[in-house]
């Protein structure tokens, strides 16, 4: 996995301005001194609790208890992982992301020729979303087949930046050449055909796309990466693509379709509760459900959907509903489908409409609005009742034979599912749908599982395979060490940083409990301070271990202790941790020596000496060693 360096994380914060990262989401106002303050965007509040320090770079919401840099702000609010996050706030704010040596991480020039791609993208977006808007032939034509012939609302094409192409190409190539970019991101970013041999220029770049309707597509940050062109009248005879309806973008350096789904980027924020994905099979049907206010509707990039695709919707919501169209082809996509999304853990539901013998979501919201979504919810059908009856369409009047091969279709679908509990219901399930007594499928159910391992023993296994999966990426827990003597010597040290190397020498490593997250961070970083090694707590990167650390500091960074006497505190702590560690130990041999027979092979003068000393060393007075 590709390591980013941690100086460039650490430059990378020194550059973000927290407040304006912040105030892309939460309106901010002043709350005393150079704290700012807003409603938390983590969740629902009617008085602001969530407080911003940009000074600091941390926020801390006092309501839900949410906390963090602008990294992990990005993170949570973008649902994006830390290497996203990472290269989003990059490019805001101008810094180059570079990774550390031998990780995997993209070489200089692959990471220059990616912007490079991208931000020609957003030119390129720009340049036919104008020629779409223009008052010409081509902007004309596209603008009546938008609103006249589809139906459409110019404000979807204005927020969407829907574009034309005309018949050459509308001068797209020779633009890009103007601007200046290179041969190479001209050659990859897959707008034009170019003969490997040939020169650059206006003439030999060819467009891709001519005569027709520009869709722009967006990666889940929001980012153009490619386009869908709609055929229309005016597609040229010549186009190597005359015939298919719709062309897409070929893979490039900043597009790969089987990672991607179209409209992710906005819908990923409008799923929650009672809003799942709505699954749909083209652009067009999933902006024509943006546009009746379905915001959540995605659609793959005009392949069958992927794994890829899966995992990605999953880390935003898990519940996802299928609405292809009822044609065979739409229900072959939804069969195929299903295995895939049981398998990532995704729960489906299909939406059909009682009734009806053809289904086209695009035609059904066009006619009845927002209203005919809540009506094919209403006839939803769960993913076992959808695959029974599409294998088993009349159970009670099917054959013997039908209901077998049936039976066989949906238990291999089931199987898919990695949760034996899921695997259960779904066999009950199943059961009354194609009308069989539920023995009979768990029979088939265990016939098929001994199959599938018969057939796994005979695979060889590769070479280099690893044994386990790789561990999920852990969210930030609670810390159960809210209120014990580390997280308080912590937070002194975090606040007053010249008590640190003080307290390094004079507390005893094994005080310190480390089974919680005050306990091992207060302990790595006593170990800095002793070794002169101290980075300054806005530099702590490198010594955080886990989310939950990162927490944890980010929280003790917010309390902002006044103390008239930061070192009387400090030997409170350390006299509560000593106690913690020696009275255990003396009430021990005070039990021994108050029952000697129980302890019969302890020597009681020893036990009397060693009472001793730990009564003087309780006693006696703490001092922070070099403390000033």
Not at 183 to 192: I, Q, S, V, Y
Not at 246 to 273: H, M, Q
Not at 398 to 409: H, L, P
Request: with cysteine; hydrophobic share 40%; glycine share 6%.
């Amino acid at each position: 996995m590709p390591v980013i360096k941690p100086t460039c994380v650490r430059d990378l914060k020194l550059r973000a301005n927290l407040a304006d990262v912040v105030a892309r989401v939460v309106a901010l106002r002043k709350a005393g001194g150079t704290r700012l303050k807003g409603l938390c965007p983590f969740h629902n509040e009617k008085s602001p609790s969530f407080h911003v320090d940009p000074d600091k770079g941390f926020y801390k919401c006092f309501g839900c208890g949410k906390a963090g840099d602008a990294i992990t702000f990005v993170r949570e609010t973008e649902l994006l992982n830390f290497s996203e996050a990472v290269e989003a706030l990059g490019k805001r704010f101008g810094v180059v992301i570079e990774y550390e040596e031998g990780s995997g991480g993209p070489s200089t020039e692959e990471r220059s020729l990616r912007q490079e791609i991208f931000d020609l993208h957003d030119v390129a977006a720009e340049h036919f979303y104008q020629a779409f808007k223009a008052k010409d032939g081509t902007g004309d034509y596209m603008r009546t087949l938008w609103t006249e012939k589809r139906r459409f609302p110019m404000e979807l094409a204005d927020e969407f930046k829907i574009g034309a192409a005309d018949e050459a190409g509308s001068g797209l190539g020779a633009m890009l050449l103007r601007r200046k970019y290179s041969e190479e991101a001209l050659r990859r970013c897959g707008l034009f055909f170019i003969y490997e041999d040939a020169q650059v220029s206006p003439t030999s770049l060819r467009s891709r796309f001519r005569g027709r309707l520009m869709i722009p597509i967006r990666d889940h940050q929001g980012r153009v990466v490619a386009f869908t062109a709609r055929q229309t009248e005016r597609t040229p005879a010549d186009d190597p693509a005359r015939e298919a309806k719709y062309v897409n973008s070929p893979e490039t350096p900043i597009f790969t379709k089987g990672n991607l789904l179209f409209n992710l980027d906005r819908a990923r924020t409008a799923v929650g509760e009672g809003k799942p994905f709505v699954l749909v099979e083209g652009q067009l049907d999933a902006l024509r459900c943006w546009s009746v206010g379905l915001k959540t509707a995605i659609a793959p990039q005009g392949t069958s959907i992927t794994e890829g695709q899966l995992l990605l919707l999953r880390r935003y919501h898990a519940q996802v509903e299928c609405f292809f169209d009822s044609d065979g082809a739409g229900q072959k996509a939804a069969l195929r489908f299903l295995p895939m999304a049981l398998k990532s853990g995704i729960e489906v539901r299909f939406l059909t409409l009682a009734g009806a013998e053809k289904l086209d979501p695009d035609l059904l919201f066009l006619e009845r609005g927002l209203a005919g979504y809540e009506e094919v919810r209403r006839s939803a059908q769960s993913a076992i009742e959808f695959a029974s009856r599409a294998f088993l369409p009349n159970p009670r009047t099917a054959s013997a034979e039908q209901q077998a091969r049936a039976s066989q279709s949906v238990v291999e679908i089931i199987t898919a599912s990695e949760s034996e509990l899921t695997r259960a219901n779904l066999l009950a399930e199943a059961a009354r749908h194609l009308a069989l007594q539920p023995r009979i499928l768990q029979t088939e159910y265990e016939a098929l599982l001994a199959r599938q391992r018969r057939q796994a023993s005979a695979r060889p296994i590769a070479s280099g395979e690893p044994e386990f999966p790789p561990e999920p990426e852990g969210a930030p827990v609670a810390d159960e060490s809210a209120q014990t003597p580390e997280r308080h010597l912590l937070l002194l040290c975090l606040h007053f940083e010249n008590l640190g190397k003080p307290l390094s020498h004079t507390l005893p490593h094994d005080w310190i409990d480390t089974g919680h997250t005050a306990g091992a961070l207060l302990n790595r970083i006593l170990a800095e301070f002793e070794s002169d090694a101290w980075p300054g707590r806005d530099h702590l990167d490198g010594l955080i271990e886990s989310p939950a650390e990162r927490t944890l500091l980010a929280n003790l960074m917010f309390e902002a202790p006044v103390l008239d006497d930061p070192v009387k505190v400090v030997q409170e702590g350390l006299k509560q941790l000593r106690a913690r560690a020696l009275e255990p130990r003396l009430r021990q041999i005070e039990l021994a020596l108050a029952n000697p027979r129980a302890d019969s092979e302890s020597d009681p003068i020893s036990l009397l000496k060693e009472r001793s000393e730990l009564q003087r060393q309780l006693r006696q007075p703490l001092l922070l060693n070099g403390a000033v």
